[in-house]
T-cell receptor, first 114, second 112 residues
């Protein structure tokens, strides 16, 4: 069956450290993979997109990697701050899908403590 | 000010009642989507629309209906046939079905 698994439900780290979140997928062939941030009671906010032929993408303190051999994407937040505390969702679009459907993981709740 | 708006923020439904959730976008996006989010679960697709006057069922369409009469609007009706409607409902849009989806602020539906 198809699955998207995000490492743990919750991740707690100290301010200033690097947070690393994992997204593993099974029985998908992603055309691209995306990461969203969601705050409690709010809609997800798009952060980064990485395509199947890309290894790494960066945006300010954020970095995403994509390994199609391992079927895994890693999402890094460097120099983390308490304001980075939120739930992070990974989502992928399957190659060959003409309808553009996104499939979502359950999310990882990140807490950055001072 | 461009974006996606959803209203109301909170909605209460009585037994046997149909309720309609509003979703409007002024981004000139062709594609629009409705998702349902339950605690501890990933977003699940209810309905999506690639263009005006066209829509398709997602994974959990039973008990829901939609219309797409205007490009900027994609209302979702939760009918009395939906036996477990309590959830957080999210609307999204994208320039077309192959591009990134952008989400609205959500509507929380509660049953009285």
């Amino acid at each position: 069956s198809q699955k998207i698994e995000q490492n743990s439900e919750a991740l707690n780290i100290q301010e200033g450290k690097t947070a690393t979140l994992t997204c593993n997928y099974t029985n998908y062939s992603p055309a691209y993979l995306q990461w969203y941030r969601q705050d409690p009671g709010r809609g997800p906010v798009f952060l980064l997109l990485i395509r199947e032929n890309e290894k790494e993408k960066r945006k300010e303190r954020l970095k995403v990697t994509f390994d199609t051999t391992l079927k895994q994407s890693l999402f890094h937040i460097t120099a983390s701050q308490p304001a980075d505390s939120a739930t992070y969702l990974c989502a992928l679009r399957n190659r060959g899908s003409t309808l553009g459907r996104l499939y979502f993981g359950r999310g990882t709740q990140l807490t950055v403590w001072p | 000010d461009g974006g996606i708006t959803q209203s109301p923020k909170y909605l209460f439904r009585k037994e046997g009642q149909n309720v309609t959730l509003s979703c409007e976008q002024n981004l000139n996006h062709d594609a629009m989507y409705w998702y349902r989010q339950d605690p501890g679960q990933g977003l699940r697709l209810i309905y999506y629309s690639q263009i005006v006057n066209d829509f398709q069922k997602g994974d959990i369409a039973e008990g829901y209906s939609v219309s797409r009469e205007k490009k900027e609007s994609f209302p979702l009706t939760v009918t009395s046939a939906q036996k477990n409607p309590t959830a957080f409902y999210l609307c999204a849009s994208s320039p077309d079905v192959r591009e990134t989806q952008y989400f609205g602020p959500g509507t929380r539906l509660l049953v009285l």
